[in-house]
């Protein structure tokens, strides 16, 4: 695979998901260790999707362990239960955030961060990582969000499956 991504520039955030997926899917297909297709990942969804910040926390025990990310620095460990990261953990679910200031514990790694989506990625019926996108305006991500980066995130679990890493 070659390492250049096509993005595009699409006013139309499912345009340049759609754009960015097969290129995923074929970045992972050739590659089998989980720490450079997550870097690869969280990369090419900055790139493609102009996030300001986009990365994964890995279960790690009874904490979640930032792994690879694009943005800002971030903090590095959140319990069960903590923040929306924490919280997608314990409910197994894909949460929306449209105001942080609203959300109940919320984690502020960034004051910039204004909303947020995190999704859970399950293998063999447990959380085994997050997706968190945090963007600087309010109201950021809706159901398209969902469903593409849903699509990612199976995409990582099939992969997480067969992994030389974890
Ligand atoms: N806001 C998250 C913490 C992670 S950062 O946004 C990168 C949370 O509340 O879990």
């Known amino acids: 695979m070659a390492e250049q991504l096509v993005t595009s520039t699409s006013g139309d955030k499912a345009t340049r998901y ?5 290129q995923l899917q074929a970045l992972i297909e050739s590659e089998s260790d989980l720490v450079a297709n997550l870097s690869n990942i969280a990369a090419a969804l900055r790139q493609g999707m102009n ?85 600087q305006h309010l109201n950021d991500f809706d159901d398209i969000d969902a469903h593409y980066l849903g699509q990612v995130i199976k995409l990582i679990e099939k992969m997480s499956l067969t992994a030389s890493a974890q």
């Open 51 to 135: 996030f300001f910040w986009v990365g994964f926390y890995l279960v790690k025990g009874k904490q979640l362990v930032l792994g690879p990310f694009q943005g800002p620095v971030a903090c590095t460990r959140i319990d069960f239960g903590r923040g929306v990261c924490g919280s997608a953990w314990k409910d197994k679910q894909t949460i929306i955030v449209p105001d942080v200031d609203q959300f109940p514990g919320h984690i502020a790694c960034s004051s910039e961060s204004k909303s947020e989506i995190v999704l859970p990625a399950m293998v063999n019926g447990e959380v085994s990582m997050v997706l968190d996108v945090d963007s």
């Open 18 to 22: 759609q754009v960015l997926l097969p």
